[in-house]
C-alpha cells in the first residue's frame, strides 16, 4: 500500500494531568523508523503516548507532525495515523470481518475482502469472522483491535502496550511486522514492557523516568529486565 511519509518533532515536550507533570521533559525526532518508550510501570508511558497524538493536551512543547500541530480529529491525521490503545472502539450490531471490512474499505483499501482475509489469518481470527464483536474473548477483541490498525493504509503506527494478552507465538509474530512495517518507512512509536518484543520491533528507544534517556533497543530490553517483577 502506497504510503505518505510522517515525520514526528517533539521538542521539550512536558506531559501529565492538570499541572503536574509525570516524567521528565520529552525531545525526539523520528520519521520512517520505530522508536519504543520503556520505563517502570506509572512513569508516564502512555500519558507521553497520548499526548504524542493529540489526546492528551501537552502541559508545555511541541509536537509536530509533517511540520504541522497534530489534530486528532482531523481527516488528514485519521488518514495518516493508525492508533492502538486500550479502547474498544468496535461496533457491537458488526461481526468480526465486517468490522475489517468497514475500516479498510473506509480508508480506500482497493480490495478490501483480501486485506480482510489476510489480517484474520494473521491475528487467528478466521474462524470468528461471522462472530459478533461483543461475544469476543479479551483476547479475541485486543487482536481484533490490532487487525483493525494493520488492515488499513497508514505512515503512522502508534502502539501502547500491544503485546498485552496475546501468547507467545503472536508477541513474537507481531513484533517482526512492527519491524517489518519501519523497514518499509513507516514511523513507528509503540510502548512496551516486553524486552524480545522491543528489540525485535526497534533499534531505538526512550527511557520515560524522572529524567529521560534516549538509548539503543538493546540497553532499554537489558533495563526492563533489571526491573523488580
Known amino acids: 500500500m502506497p504510503q505518505s511519509s510522517a515525520a514526528l518533532n517533539i521538542t521539550d515536550l512536558k506531559v501529565g494531568y492538570g499541572k503536574k507533570q509525570v ?98 489469518d494473521f491475528f487467528q481470527l478466521t474462524e470468528h469472522d461471522h462472530s459478533l464483536v461483543t461475544s469476543l474473548s479479551s483476547g479475541q477483541r485486543r487482536r481484533l483491535l490490532l487487525a483493525s490498525a494493520f488492515v488499513r493504509p497508514r505512515s503512522l503506527l502508534v502502539l501502547d502496550e500491544p503485546e498485552q494478552r496475546l501468547d507467545t507465538h503472536m508477541r513474537r509474530a507481531l513484533a517482526a511486522r512492527v519491524a517489518q512495517c519501519a523497514k518499509q518507512g513507516q514511523t513507528v512509536l509503540l510502548v512496551t514492557h516486553d524486552p524480545e518484543f522491543l528489540v525485535t520491533a526497534s533499534r531505538k528507544a526512550l527511557y520515560i523516568a524522572d529524567v529521560v534517556e534516549k538509548l539503543s533497543a538493546q540497553q532499554a530490553a537489558e533495563r ?6
Open 23 to 120: 516524567c521528565g521533559v520529552i525531545s525526539f525526532k523520528v520519521s520512517g523508523e520505530a522508536l519504543a518508550l520503556v520505563g517502570p510501570n506509572g512513569a508516564g508511558k502512555s500519558t507521553a503516548l497520548r499526548t504524542v497524538v493529540g489526546q492528551l493536551d501537552p502541559l508545555a512543547g511541541k509536537v509536530l507532525l509533517n511540520k504541522s500541530a497534530i489534530d486528532d480529529r482531523s481527516a488528514d491525521f485519521r488518514r495518516l495515523a493508525a492508533l492502538v490503545f486500550d479502547d474498544d472502539a468496535f461496533f457491537p450490531e458488526l461481526t468480526v470481518g465486517e468490522h475489517l471490512t468497514m475500516v479498510a474499505a473506509g480508508h480506500g483499501v482497493s480490495d478490501p475482502v483480501a486485506a480482510v482475509d489476510q489480517e484474520l
Open 224 to 229: 526492563i529486565q533489571a526491573m523488580p517483577a
